[in-house]
């Protein structure tokens, strides 16, 4: 089986629809494709509508990749097999959702501070539907020949946590996010936790508590993760008990990683599916 448990799709900052993305992930010979879109749910319909129609041996896993902060530093939580319906965890989705449009306004405005030809009308043609977020204003930044590709706008140079253009937004405690998703029937993976290239990242002794807290797995095969970082992730989970995961993080066009660069070993997403009591995997039949 190949799995891909992190993808992203039109509805956040992806280049594909929701049905594009299924369509891409069965031609690409997955099995399992997790739908996992910033901070929103709204590509489950359209990806769902998508694989019925295929009628391939694919799975849909519905997610969500949450945008949190501990001790200052940005991270991400992935959510899978959660209610998307359950009162506290939709209300916070919202807020974060909420505040995208005025941070990612606000980042413009430092970009054009520092000579950078973008417009926010721009910008909002890029994000389209989507939740509107920096992927969008680098790609915004590459057609203006600032910077080659959208990885060289997330550096501390312009848009990487705590670079001359970040703006921070609003973004839940990770221990509630375990809370929240736990108590909407889902199972959480701390996302490319050793990313030092986007910045600041948690240390260790967060990832323990967090454990201790109810956390399930660490997303452990990743593009943003050289071997030694690999290495040490997989023997802290080891030591914690958490499930390992990797994932693409497929962008479509505006990352380089394809769907099923990296993958998760059938187990542990039985195990995933196991233990979610919110939702259910998908099947076309």
Not at 114 to 125: H, I, K, M, N, Q
Request: aromatic fraction near 4%; include cysteine; glycine fraction near 10%.
């Amino acid at each position: 089986m190949r799995i891909d448990l992190h993808t992203h799709s039109t509805a956040s900052d992806g280049t594909d629809t929701p049905a594009e993305l299924v369509r891409n992930a069965a031609a690409a010979g997955l099995d399992v494709v997790a739908l996992t879109d910033h901070d929103t749910v709204g590509g489950y319909g359209e990806a769902t509508g998508a694989l019925r129609e295929l009628g391939a041996p694919l799975t849909l896993v519905t997610g969500a990749e949450l945008s949190c902060r501990v001790q200052g530093i940005s991270m991400h939580m992935l959510a899978y097999l959660f209610d998307p319906d359950e009162p506290e965890l939709y209300r916070e989705r919202e807020l974060v959702r909420d505040d995208r449009v005025p941070r990612a306004r606000a980042m413009v405005a430092k970009l054009q501070e520092l000579g950078v030809p973008v417009t926010w009308e721009r910008v909002a043609r890029i994000a389209g539907d989507g939740s509107v977020g920096r992927p969008h204003i680098a790609t915004a930044m590459v057609e203006s020949g600032v910077v080659g590709s959208v990885s060289e706008a997330f550096t501390t140079q312009w848009l990487a946590n705590d670079g001359r253009a970040y703006v921070a937004k609003h973004e839940l405690d990770p221990f509630e996010a375990v809370r929240l998703v736990k108590a909407a029937g889902g199972v959480t993976v701390f996302a490319h936790p050793g990313a030092h290239k986007r910045g600041r990242t948690v240390p260790d002794e967060v990832t323990v508590q967090l454990a201790a807290a109810g956390l399930d797995g660490i997303e452990v095969d990743h593009m943003d993760h050289d071997g030694a970082t690999r290495a040490r992730l997989r023997g802290l989970a080891a030591e914690l008990g958490l499930l390992v995961t990797g994932s693409s993080d497929y962008h479509g066009s505006r990352k380089v990683c394809g769907l099923g660069e990296w993958t998760t070993d059938p187990e542990v997403y039985r195990e995933i599916a196991r233990r979610a009591t919110g939702a259910e995997p998908i099947t076309a039949v």
